[in-house]
């Protein structure tokens, strides 16, 4: 089984940054594609910024020039860093996690908890 955990969330003026990080463990895990999804209170999820292996990667219009997706392909683990921060980038953020776990050769999706982020002065 694969868990996904999030951390990197808190309270942060507008115009600062933040780095949210998504580490999978568990069982040995080929991760495909890795995503960033937000939740704000009162609005669907919606997505964020997404990467693949190969480090393809795409944003939401209103990440576009303002966060940065990422990640180790050797740690199966992903970051986003979150420039120029809104108060309207409150959400909770998702990490979702998508690939072929070894010993079945299945492919999962996984998400975490969450973490919260609060753009706020």
């Known amino acids: 089984q694969v868990q996904v955990v999030e951390s990197g969330g808190g309270l942060v003026r507008p115009g600062g940054s933040l780095i949210l990080s998504c580490a999978t463990s568990?069982?040995?895990?080929?991760?495909?594609?890795m995503g960033w999804y937000r939740q704000a209170p009162g609005k669907q999820r919606e997505s964020v910024a997404t990467?693949?292996?190969?480090?393809?990667?795409n944003y939401a219009d209103s990440a576009k020039g303002r966060f940065t997706i990422s990640r180790d392909n050797a740690k199966n683990t992903g970051y986003l860093q979150m420039d120029s921060l809104k108060p309207e980038d409150t959400a909770v953020y998702y990490c979702?996690?998508?690939?072929?776990?070894?010993?079945?050769?299945?492919?999962?999706?996984?998400w975490g908890q969450g973490t919260l982020v609060t753009v706020s002065s």
């Open positions: 979702n996690a998508e690939g072929v776990v070894f010993s079945t050769d299945k492919f999962v999706e996984v």
């Open positions: 568990g069982s040995a895990f080929m991760l495909v594609r």
């Open positions: 990467i693949t292996t190969g480090g393809t990667t």
